[in-house]
């Protein structure tokens, strides 16, 4: 009897996980590590999940939700986009990629905080995005205010605490800074459909977005030419042949105008970099060919 019972649980559980669920767990194994992911679709039951409630490194999507929080701020009229933002020498972080140390390799210049944010979340500027968590840290500290205000607005398994400065000091710390895929894509749906930013604000962020050109050969790498897609990227270092995080969430716009939102975490992989990309653009791709046939 209990031989029997586990079959029906197991063949009961095969038959609950969707064809696109089937399909995104088979693309998944070829990453070698583990990977995490979940998706939304307006007006429809899309079921994207493979282990969404995990807690995977973010690493620099991170500065997506920093720049939400840096924008709140400045609808609080705590700060102005306009005003000079001091780079100083102590934010430089070495052998980090930040655009803004290149140019500035002396550092203490005055940079706008629109250009920090832009730097962060198009270029994943490293160094920009420390001295945006300095400026809105006050007491707290940046982490810890970008945690708080993520958490204000209802979008669960979100948890940061580090800098990149600590995070390239230590590989252990990157662990401490997650996002449930299921939590990442909570926010994009939150931004997309029901914005707690003005309207000027959500474009800015979301404009900055679609306008990276840093690894385009994830969610967009398989997608049709032409295809609107609203993203954030994280890439670790690779140490002993593993590569501690690669990611990327973002916003689809499908050809009817619904936005997919779509999250894919893959962690603590031994695959190589061509591998771990076209894993999350194959899967972006079977989720974007699920939400085509799923027409309103």
């Known amino acids: 009897m209990r031989l029997a019972a586990a079959v029906l649980l197991f ?9 696109l669920q089937r399909q995104i767990r088979a693309i998944a194994a070829e990453a070698h590590g583990k990977v995490s992911v ?3 679709l307006p007006g429809s039951t899309l079921n994207c ?3 969404p409630h995990a807690h995977p490194p973010m690493q620099s999507v991170f500065k997506f939700p920093l720049a939400l929080t840096a924008l709140h701020l400045v609808e609080q009229g705590k700060f102005s986009l306009d005003q000079s933002v001091r780079f100083l020498a102590s934010d430089r972080i070495p052998h980090a990629y930040s655009p803004l140390q290149d140019k500035y390799p002396a550092a203490e210049v005055d940079v706008p905080l629109r250009e920090l944010l832009r730097l962060a979340v198009s270029l994943s500027d490293n160094a920009a995005a420390d001295v945006v968590l300095r400026t809105i840290g006050g007491p707290a500290g940046g982490p810890a205010v970008v945690d708080a205000y993520i958490k204000s607005i209802g979008v669960s398994g979100f948890h940061m605490e580090d800098n990149e400065q600590s995070l390239h000091r230590d590989v252990a710390v990157q662990y401490r800074n997650w996002f449930e895929p299921a939590g990442a894509v909570q ?3 939150r931004i997309s459909d029901n914005s707690p930013l003005t309207a000027e604000h959500t474009e800015l962020v979301l404009e900055w977005m679609k306008d990276s050109p840093r690894t385009t ?3 967009k790498g398989d997608l049709p030419s032409g295809t609107v897609v609203m993203h954030k990227s994280g890439t670790s270092d690779t140490k002993n042949c593993v590569t501690y995080a690669t990611n990327d969430i973002g916003l ?3 050809p009817d105008g619904r936005r997919l939102a779509i999250a894919v975490f893959i962690t603590d992989s031994t695959a190589n970099e061509t591998t771990r990309d076209s894993v999350i653009a194959r899967i972006a791709k079977a989720a974007y060919d699920k939400s085509v046939q799923n027409k309103k």
């Open 11 to 19: 063949t009961t559980s095969a038959f609950a996980q969707t064809v």
């Open 38 to 40: 979940a998706c939304a």
């Open 49 to 51: 999940d493979l282990n």
């Open 187 to 189: 926010l994009l749906q």
């Open 217 to 219: 050969s994830r969610i």
């Open 252 to 254: 689809i716009t499908l």
